[in-house]
């Protein structure tokens, strides 16, 4: 029958009747016709108003993929989408055995609601892409020497050799403050050098806590 090229009332596919964009984008509504002789194609938009090529909007018919002299595409470039732009578009085609027409309904794509992305968020992603991100732990031993940061480490040889320091200061302090009470004593004025001892024990003792705060 085609290559005949026998009579054929317009007939019009569309190949997807429902169409969603976004705010801002360019959009080709398609229809696919077929007829014989040759139609006549135009589109119209709500209210019967017949579109023409412009800043807006650019009507092109083109041949059909198909070898066959009868088969074109009727596209519709719509530029630049405005709220107004979201409607019904129909594509009409007449010829001497007939006409038809096809109509497409053009849609704003729902965006994602602020509520969705902070649920995601709450869940422990980062992002909508539900990327799980590497959480950040630490040993338990990190952990102790992250809490005491302000205390510098020290290695154990370095610890024992301050400790034994501290013993000697001890010891030495001890001695000297023997050798004060023995000589306060002899010479009858202990009252006055038990509070000279008191101080010598309580400097040594604050020199002992600084050298462990220091390990």
């Known amino acids: 029958m085609p290559n005949l090229f026998l009579p054929v009332a317009p007939m019009i596919l569309i190949p997807s009747q429902l169409i969603g964009a976004n705010l801002g984008e360019d959009v080709t509504l398609v229809c696919n016709l077929e007829s014989y002789p040759r139609s006549v194609t135009y589109w119209v938009i709500a209210g019967g108003i017949v579109i023409i090529t412009n800043n807006k909007y650019q009507v092109i018919k083109e041949p059909s993929d198909s070898p066959s002299s009868y088969k074109v595409k009727l596209k519709l470039l719509i530029r630049d989408l405005r709220p107004q732009d979201f409607g019904s578009y129909t594509c009409v085609a007449k010829n001497s055995l007939g006409e038809t027409e096809g109509t497409i309904s053009l849609y704003e794509k729902p965006r994602p609601s602020t509520t969705e992305s902070e649920e995601n968020y709450y869940f422990g992603t980062k992002s909508i892409s539900n990327e799980i991100v ?59 050098n038990v509070e000279q001892c008191f101080i010598i024990i309580f400097s040594a003792y604050l020199y002992f806590y600084q050298l462990l705060m220091n390990e």
């Open 134 to 192: 590497k959480d950040e732990t630490h040993p338990i031993a990190d952990n102790i020497k992250l809490g005491m940061s302000n205390i510098p480490y020290k290695p154990a040889a370095e610890r024992n050799e301050r400790r034994e320091e501290v013993e000697r200061q001890l010891i030495t302090s001890n001695t000297h403050q023997t050798d004060i009470l023995s000589k306060a004593e002899a010479s009858g004025s202990i009252s006055i």
